[in-house]
Nanobody, 115 residues
Framework: QVQLVESGGGLVQAGGSLKLSCAAS????????MGWYRQVPGKQRREVVA????????NYADSVKDRFTISRDNAKNTVYLQMNSLKPEDTSVYYC????????WGQGTQVTVSS
C-alpha cells in the first residue's frame, strides 16, 4: 500500500503561482512514476497534468508546458508541482497519483484561479 498526502492548493489570482506537494509513504519501492492529474470540469474523469518517473523523465500536458514544473525530492519521498502563470482554466481539483504494480491516488486539493 502507498499513501499519498497532498498540500498546497488554494485561491490565487490569474498570473499568480502555487506549489503543490505530495508526500508518499508506505510501499514506495513499488512506485515507478508519480504525477499530478486534475478533474475535468463537468466530467467524471481526470486528465494528466504532469508525470515524473523514477529515472527523472518528465511529461506535461500541452496546456501547462512552460508554466508548470514537476519535480521530486527522493530523500523526502515528495513530488512537487510548481504552477506559474496560472489561468482561470487551471481551476480544478488536483490529484496526486503514484503508479507501479498498482495505482494510488491522493485525496485531492482544490486550486482556484480567479480572473
Amino acid at each position: 500500500q502507498v499513501q499519498l498526502v497532498e498540500s498546497g492548493g488554494g485561491l490565487v489570482q490569474a498570473g499568480g503561482s502555487l506549489k503543490l506537494s505530495c508526500a508518499a509513504s508506505g510501499s514506495i519501492f513499488s512506485i515507478s512514476a508519480m504525477g499530478w492529474y486534475r478533474q475535468v470540469p463537468g466530467k467524471q474523469r481526470r486528465e494528466v497534468v504532469a508525470v515524473i518517473t523514477v529515472g527523472g523523465r518528465t511529461n506535461y500536458a500541452d496546456s501547462v508546458k512552460d508554466r508548470f514544473t514537476i519535480s521530486r525530492d527522493n530523500a523526502k519521498n515528495t513530488v512537487y508541482l510548481q504552477m506559474n502563470s496560472l489561468k482561470p482554466e487551471d481551476t480544478s481539483v488536483y490529484y496526486c497519483n503514484a503508479a507501479g504494480r498498482y495505482i494510488y491516488w491522493g485525496q485531492g486539493t482544490q486550486v482556484t484561479v480567479s480572473s
